[in-house]
């Protein structure tokens, strides 16, 4: 499902990928475009501007959508920049995470401010469990809460709180604390099945 809709999302962004390839645009430098749009979103989240947070979150996604697709159409591919995409991908939800945090703890939430370390971690493990997994040369995508569905929920959390409020976002952060962690959980069982069979 989630391949299908990235081929979808490749394509209508096809004509802009071209662009950027061909005024050289390299792949690091879209990274830490994303990068900088996250750290502004994540300020947004901090002073409770969440319909502008969404929408940049949504603006980094595409970004650290682009580079990927610019390194592979442009053949930059290099490992620093699947290192260097990594590593910033991290740092962008450690920030957003951080900026939410502070939103809900500035509004007295202490349920929805704990349930956001939650949030973290599951999203940090499930990183790290593909990371450890294909490192011990096995291939892992599998689980729902991953990075695009994430960055799409915290984007569309956000981008509704104007329509219906404060939940919004609450029922996203929520969604992801118990998801994130249950598909970290599913992919060391699918491991552990790999490893049986």
Excluded at 28 to 44: E, K, Q, S, Y
Excluded at 92 to 108: K, L, M
Excluded at 124 to 153: N, T
């Amino acid at each position: 499902m989630i391949e299908k809709v990235k081929d979808d999302v490749a394509e209508i962004l096809a004509p802009s990928t071209e662009y950027l390839v061909e005024k050289r645009f390299t792949p690091d430098l879209l990274t830490m475009i994303g990068f900088v749009f996250n750290i502004g979103a994540a300020v947004l989240f901090g002073f409770g501007l969440y319909m502008w947070a969404g929408l940049t979150v949504l603006v980094a996604g595409i970004f650290d959508f682009l580079d990927g697709q610019v390194a592979r159409k442009g053949k930059t591919e290099s490992k620093f920049g699947a290192l260097l995409d990594s590593t910033v991908d991290r740092y962008s939800e450690i920030f957003i995470w951080f900026g939410i945090a502070i939103s809900f703890i500035r509004a007295d939430d202490l349920w929805t401010s704990s349930a956001v370390f939650f949030a973290l971690a599951g999203s940090l493990m499930v990183s790290y469990v593909r990371a450890r997994i294909e490192g011990l040369g096995a291939e892992c995508k599998v689980g729902f809460m991953q990075r695009p569905e994430r960055v799409i929920a915290i984007g569309a959390g956000g981008v509704i709180v104007p329509l219906i409020g404060d939940i919004g976002l609450i029922v996203v952060v929520w969604a992801i604390a118990l998801l994130g962690n249950f598909t970290a959980m599913e992919r060391v069982i699918h491991f552990r099945k790999l490893t049986k069979s």
